[in-house]
């Protein structure tokens, strides 16, 4: 049996908080925490344990606290397991765990517990990347999905396509493993039957497929990039919109020469609000071209474009370049400082659609235009519907399988069975690897684990 490290960290976010809650999990927690409870009495197993923390140094009284304790198997982790749930002072909980390395705890890493969990056999693989997508959701639709991975057995439709390639393999390789038992019309008929099964796998994995471009567009969210001529106010509405000031604002054209992502709830959706560097300032240097491309650029990225356009100044030239650009996506024009002059008439026309006047800096209009906006994301959000969480490690996997069985139905004919064995074994191994089974524990923490978070 190999050595087994007990391994601490903070199981609650850093910062200052009602209760912060230090974890142990590994064979020798309960040790540890009965050090930091000297004199008390002894802990019982899954019981709320009310206990002073000392340090194991001096006596030093560090916090009055739960200690959580549950023996293994019947933990998280499937080990031995200790949460000490103390006042949630980051100094206070970082010199706990301070503590805790003292007495032989080990830092654990990024998504540790869960792996643990994992090894134990109390998660499979996709329910531990539903647990790291579960903290990450930022919407309630990511949410659900990422719940629904964790509480039912996500791993069904893989399965099947895992089961669906194996039968086909079966079918192939019978005539290989046991020449003399196949007639030559066997041999033709299972061919068929693997070709068969391949073209349903495929099918199989095209939905899956769609699912994890409808997962990442979720996780992604829906960009709204802001754009339009320099000192429009395109940066102040930025910071209006987010409610504080995020993007400095000058009455100098050419403030914003980088665009400035922020991530904002519209409605229900999380949507990424872009300020870009201002287009046309006339007398343009080398700079202000690079911006004026990097604006074009961004607009190239965005669902929904939100033109500003500047009521005292009217549509000017360079504008028209962005309106014609913007046309083919959904977009949305606001003539901004009306506080400073009316919208000039004549604008809708010039426009070619409706504009609404508002003003960033005294907030006229800005709830109708949030309104409009959020209309807009939820119509570009709701476009797509994931049925299932697939992720972007179990997309690559599902596509390499794809490749392989694209390969095996455009060679079954003409090519030995051999070599279709080792086509639909390919296939095989990578739907394998996408559930976690056969691959090596290393492997897994590098791929998966590597972007939980720690105390995970
Ligand atoms: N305080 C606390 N809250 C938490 C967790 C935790 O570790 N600690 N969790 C962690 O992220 C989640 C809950 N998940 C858990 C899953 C299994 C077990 C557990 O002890 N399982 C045992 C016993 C089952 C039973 O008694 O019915 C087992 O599987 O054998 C605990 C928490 C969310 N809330
Ligand atoms: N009167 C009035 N002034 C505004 C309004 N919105 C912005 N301004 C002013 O217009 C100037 C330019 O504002 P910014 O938000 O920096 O404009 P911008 O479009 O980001 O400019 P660049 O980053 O240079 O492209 C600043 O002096 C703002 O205070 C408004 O609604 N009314
Ligand atoms: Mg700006």
């Not at 699912?211 to 395109?234: C, E, F, M, P, S």
């Not at 906006?373 to 992720?391: C, F, H, I």
Request: overall charge negative.
């Amino acid at each position: 049996m190999p050595h087994v490290s007990t391994i601490a960290a903070l199981a609650t976010a850093r910062g200052s908080s009602g209760i912060g809650i230090v974890r142990l999990s590994g064979p020798d927690s309960w040790a540890i925490a009965e050090r930091l409870t000297t004199g008390q009495p002894p802990l019982v197993d899954r019981m709320a344990n009310l206990r002073r923390i000392c340090r194991p140094s001096t006596g030093e009284v560090m916090d009055q606290g739960i200690v959580l304790a549950m023996r293994g198997p019947h933990s998280y982790t499937g080990e031995d397991t200790v949460e000490l749930q103390l006042h949630g002072s980051p100094l206070l909980l970082d010199s706990v765990l301070q503590a805790c390395l003292e007495l032989g705890a080990e830092p654990a890493r990024p998504g540790e517990f869960t792996f643990r969990a994992l090894l134990a056999g109390k998660l499979s693989l996709l329910q531990a990347e539903a647990v790291r997508d579960l903290v990450g959701a930022s919407s309630d639709e990511e949410l659900s999905l990422a719940r629904k991975s964790l509480f039912t057995d996500a791993s069904q439709p893989f399965r099947a396509v895992l089961s669906l390639i194996t039968r086909s393999l079966a079918a192939v390789e019978g005539p290989v493993d046991f020449p003399d038992q196949f007639s030559e019309d066997d041999e033709a008929g299972a061919l068929h039957l693997a070709t068969r099964l391949a073209a349903e796998t495929h099918a199989d994995i095209q939905k899956l497929l769609a699912d994890a471009q409808a997962t990442t567009r979720l996780r992604r969210g829906v960009t709204v990039v802001i754009a339009g001529a320099t000192n429009v106010g395109k940066s102040s509405l930025m910071n209006a919109l987010l409610k504080y000031p995020r993007v400095i604002v000058s009455d100098i054209p050419g403030t914003t020469r980088d665009s400035v992502a922020e991530e904002i709830l519209l409605g229900r959706q999380r949507v990424t609000l872009v300020d870009t560097a201002g287009i046309g300032r006339p007398p343009a240097g080398a700079l202000d071209s690079l911006a004026g491309e990097q604006a074009a650029q961004s607009i190239e990225h965005a669902d929904i474009v939100l033109i500003v356009l500047n009521a005292e100044t009217g549509l000017q030239l360079h504008e028209r370049d962005l309106l014609d650009r913007a046309r083919s996506l959904p977009h949305l024009v606001a003539v901004n400082k009306i506080d400073a002059g009316p919208v000039p008439a004549g604008l809708e026309a010039e426009v070619g659609g409706p504009v609404l006047g508002i003003s960033a800096t005294e907030g006229t209009e800005l709830d109708e235009l949030t309104h409009r906006l959020t209309e807009m994301v939820e119509a570009a959000a709701g476009t797509v519907a994931a049925s299932q969480m697939v992720t972007h490690r179990q997309a690559a996997e599902l596509t390499i399988a794809d490749r392989a069985l694209g390969e095996f139905m455009n060679s079954a004919a003409t090519v030995p069975a051999d070599v279709l064995a080792y086509l639909l074994g390919e296939a095989r191994e990578a739907m394998q690897r996408l559930l976690g089974e056969h691959i090596a524990p290393d492997e897994i923490l590098a791929t998966v684990f590597s972007t939980f978070c720690i105390g995970k």
